[in-house]
């Protein structure tokens, strides 16, 4: 029971808040209706067609002993008319009130008398004495416009109590929903400089930690950056002194060897410095995918001489030029590493533009595809990824493309027998 009352719910907070107000509010005002129908309406419906029934019967009988003249006297001083009537109106639908004084009526005075309700009046149509009378009242007497009144009145105050409490709530769900933007945001690397804690206090508090949380995080990657480039300095420096002392050594297989270790260190330092390094966040611009996929491929003879290309002419994303670049060099060059052909396409479909990259190469085992964009991961048996780098490159490629609201994803090949990346972005 629960389980189903939880599946009709609303999920979203501002619906949940309106819900929690207005069932109460709703709940209260149908109760206050049926119980001021039951004590207190219904009551004095009764009360007004017993004495009309009363005034009806005082006429009928005045009319029995002394006339239609001496009856219409008496109806006058009761503010009433009785006259005489040639044929009976046509009587239009009736609310559920009108029926009720009918009916009342009718117990009361006869069975076959028929009431007409109009605008401002009630005719009561009677035959007595083989004569047809009709007995004029003012719907006033009988209907009384103050419960009317009323329920206008509680159905117009709680519109706007529940108009008030809608922009109140939704002010507060709107701190709230900007604070999860801000967070997210700051997940993938953007600052949002205009963000300020508001709504109640404990949202304020909320958004405060947030910011002071979001300082901290930003002085520790500074601080680690800073750390880390003053240790690359030294380090380049040092490399830098080896490899020229190694060229002024006589060349040999041991000499050669040691120049081959020092240009591995050169590309582990800087792949680390990629990794830890602080990306700005640049303004996005219209990139043409096919230009920026010419551009890699065109950067290595080996990588051109792989790849087959499959995409329009016309096809622009509006994102972060470099940062796809770089994203789309290291997945490329990876697949270059590792296989002999290549076959990047491009499909776009409403409003997602996907970059498949398909290769030959041996595959990735699918006990290692969820760990395959882990910093430093290689699979050492089968596919021994960035064989020249500390495997970081597909770390880096991960981390850009939450950047630019996308991301990878990493299958078989089905258009050859080795792996597929898949990049996907909103357009």
């Known amino acids: 029971m629960i389980k189903k009352l939880k599946k009709i719910l609303p999920k979203k907070l501002l619906a949940r808040l309106l819900l929690i107000f207005l069932v109460p509010l709703i709940l209260t005002q149908c109760l206050v209706v049926f119980f001021f129908y039951d004590r207190h309406w219904e009551k004095i419906i009764n009360r007004f067609t017993n004495i009309a029934s009363n005034q009806v019967n005082l006429l009928i009988d005045e009319y029995d002993k002394n006339g239609l003249l001496q009856s219409n006297l008496y109806a006058i001083t009761l503010s009433l008319k009785i006259v005489p009537y040639s044929e009976t109106k046509k009587n239009l639908s009736k609310s559920f009130l009108e029926k009720k004084v009918e009916k009342n009526l009718q117990n ?183 230009k920026i996929l010419n551009e890699v491929i065109n950067s290595s003879a080996i990588i051109k001489k792989k790849t087959t290309l499959r995409c329009k002419k016309n096809l622009f994303l509006k994102t972060n030029k470099n940062n796809l670049l770089r994203i789309l060099f290291n997945l490329i060059e990876n697949a270059s590493n590792f296989g002999d052909k290549i076959i990047i396409s491009v499909i776009n479909v409403k409003d997602i533009l996907t970059i498949n990259i398909d290769d030959n190469g041996p595959g990735i085992p699918s006990q290692f595809k969820k760990k395959i964009f882990k910093p430093f991961f290689k699979v050492d048996d089968s596919r021994n990824l960035n064989q020249k780098g500390s495997g970081l490159g597909l770390s880096i490629a991960n981390e850009l493309v939450k950047k630019i609201n996308g991301e990878i994803l990493i299958d078989n090949s089905k258009k050859l027998s080795g792996s597929c990346f898949t990049i996907k972005m909103r357009r």
């Open 108 to 290: 009361r005075i006869s069975k076959n008398l028929k009431v007409f309700f109009g605008k401002e009046t009630i005719e009561l149509y009677f035959i007595q004495r083989q004569e047809k009378l009709t007995i004029i009242f003012p719907r006033k007497y009988l209907l009384s416009e103050t419960p009317t009144i009323l329920f206008l009145w509680m159905i117009f105050s709680s519109l706007i109590l529940s108009l008030v409490a809608f922009l109140f709530l939704r002010i507060q769900v709107r701190a709230i929903h900007r604070l999860a933007i801000s967070a997210e945001e700051f997940g993938k690397g953007k600052f949002n400089r205009n963000f300020k804690p508001e709504g109640a206090t404990e949202i304020r508090m909320a958004g405060s930690a947030f910011i002071k949380m979001r300082k901290r995080i930003k002085n520790y990657i500074s601080q680690r950056t800073s750390f880390l480039a003053g240790i690359s300095h030294d380090l380049g420096t040092l490399i830098t002194r080896i490899k020229l002392q190694l060229e002024l050594m006589k060349k040999n297989k041991e000499i050669d060897s040691i120049k081959s270790d020092v240009d591995t260190m050169q590309l582990f330092l800087k792949e680390y410095l990629d990794y830890s390094e602080k990306i700005k966040k640049d303004k996005d611009s219209n990139v043409n995918i096919l």
